[in-house]
């Protein structure tokens, strides 16, 4: 009975780290969502890309692991910036599924341009990390570091982003455009910089997840594939919510790593779609969104 527990708990705990990383990417889903109406379908290859530049800062430049964190989260973050600034301010004012379209061709561009780098190509790479090896144990109970770090890592960020934009006066204008563009305008409040700093964000969450879930999955130029299952993590807990981004990752990845083990091959794969699918019947705003309702 105990070594079912036990194995429960770990794989619940994997689920809820794994989770975690579903949560990030997700929350650049609802941040840019949210400020732009725009749903950006290469948010899965930004965790991509910052897991490659943290693989050659670690491995190629010999950068300890946080300053390689750091080096990735600023270098993500200025390439969210000049991807909002030189391809989709250009789009303001074109059809949502134009620019939708278009983070969709950044995806396969993204994951086409790595494979084509010299010592990052096709190959699946890793590194070491200072929780490699290393586990925390109670009783029969054996749990590796390296997923706490993900979820101890993962929640510090959510409290430093809650802080922003609860306690700042730039996360209360983008609180504020994410509300209403021309309110926001009226109050003085640059939309386009709150665009850009928008971008900002969501390219440097990706790079953070990039360098979280390395360890545990490998770097390789489908990891980007991770938007699939981080889309509706944000969908199930409510397309316009943070906190629902994070419930609903977390959600998803404790289904999918139970389902991984308790359920015959192939339900992993599947099991998330079909709660999603299941609360979205019930619940078709999501867990934690607001049904708008508009008169016709």
Same mark, same amino acid.
């Given at each position: 009975?105990?070594?079912?527990?036990?194995?429960?708990?770990?794989?619940? #705990?994997?689920?809820?780290?794994?989770?975690?990383?579903?949560?990030?990417?997700? #929350?650049?889903?609802?941040? &840019?969502?949210?400020?732009?109406?725009?749903?950006?379908?290469?948010?899965?290859?930004?965790?991509?890309?910052?897991?490659?530049?943290?693989?050659?800062?670690?491995?190629? $430049? !010999? *950068? %300890?692991?946080?300053?390689?964190?750091? @080096?990735?989260?600023?270098?993500?973050? $200025?390439?969210?910036?000049? #991807?909002?600034?030189?391809?989709?301010?250009? $789009?303001? /004012?074109?059809?949502?599924?134009?620019?939708?379209?278009?983070?969709?061709?950044?995806?396969?561009?993204?994951?086409?341009? +790595?494979?084509?780098?010299? =010592?990052?190509? @096709?190959?699946?790479?890793?590194?070491?990390? %200072?929780?490699?090896?290393? *586990?925390?144990?109670?009783?029969?109970? +054996?749990?590796?570091?390296?997923?706490?770090?993900?979820?101890?890592?993962?929640?510090?960020?959510?409290?430093?982003? *809650?802080?922003?934009?609860?306690?700042?006066?730039?996360?209360?204008?983008?609180?504020?455009?994410?509300? !209403?563009?021309?309110?926001?305008?009226?109050?003085?409040?640059?939309? @386009?910089?709150?665009?850009?700093?928008?971008?900002? &964000?969501?390219?440097? $969450? /990706?790079?953070?997840?990039?360098?979280?879930?390395?360890?545990?999955?490998?770097?390789?130029? !489908?990891?980007?594939?991770?938007?699939?299952?981080?889309? %509706?993590?944000?969908?199930?807990?409510?397309?316009?919510?943070?906190?629902?981004?994070?419930? =609903?990752?977390?959600?998803? /990845?404790?289904?999918?790593?139970?389902?991984?083990?308790?359920?015959?091959?192939?339900?992993?794969?599947?099991?998330?779609?079909? &709660?999603?699918? /299941?609360?979205?019947?019930?619940?078709?705003? =999501?867990?934690?969104?607001?049904?708008?309702?508009?008169?016709?």
């Amino acid at each position: 009975m105990m070594e079912l527990l036990n194995e429960v708990l770990q794989t619940i #705990l994997t689920g809820i780290s794994i989770g975690c990383v579903y949560g990030l990417v997700a #929350l650049g889903f609802v941040l &840019i969502f949210k400020a732009t109406e725009v749903i950006n379908f290469a948010q899965g290859e930004l965790l991509m890309l910052g897991a490659f530049i943290s693989y050659s800062l670690i491995t190629m $430049l !010999n *950068f %300890p692991y946080w300053a390689a964190m750091l @080096t990735t989260t600023v270098a993500m973050g $200025l390439f969210g910036a000049l #991807l909002e600034r030189t391809v989709l301010r250009s $789009l303001v /004012g074109e059809p949502v599924y134009a620019i939708v379209i278009v983070t969709i061709g950044l995806a396969f561009f993204f994951r086409s341009a +790595v494979s084509m780098v010299p =010592g990052w190509g @096709t190959d699946t790479h890793g590194f070491q990390t %200072p929780f490699t090896e290393k *586990f925390i144990r109670s009783g029969d109970l +054996v749990i590796s570091w390296e997923y706490m770090a993900i979820i101890l890592i993962t929640f510090a960020l959510i409290g430093l982003l *809650f802080t922003f934009f609860r306690y700042t006066r730039v996360g209360t204008a983008m609180r504020a455009t994410s509300q !209403n563009q021309l309110a926001a305008v009226y109050m003085g409040i640059s939309v @386009t910089r709150v665009f850009s700093l928008t971008w900002t &964000i969501a390219a440097a $969450l /990706g790079g953070i997840g990039g360098i979280l879930l390395s360890p545990i999955t490998f770097v390789h130029m !489908n990891m980007g594939f991770i938007g699939l299952k981080a889309f %509706p993590a944000a969908v199930l807990g409510g397309f316009g919510s943070l906190p629902g981004a994070i419930v =609903g990752g977390l959600i998803i /990845g404790v289904i999918e790593s139970l389902s991984g083990v308790y359920l015959p091959d192939g339900w992993k794969d599947i099991s998330a779609w079909i &709660i999603l699918i /299941g609360v979205l019947i019930i619940r078709p705003q =999501g867990l934690f969104g607001i049904q708008e309702k508009k008169k016709v």
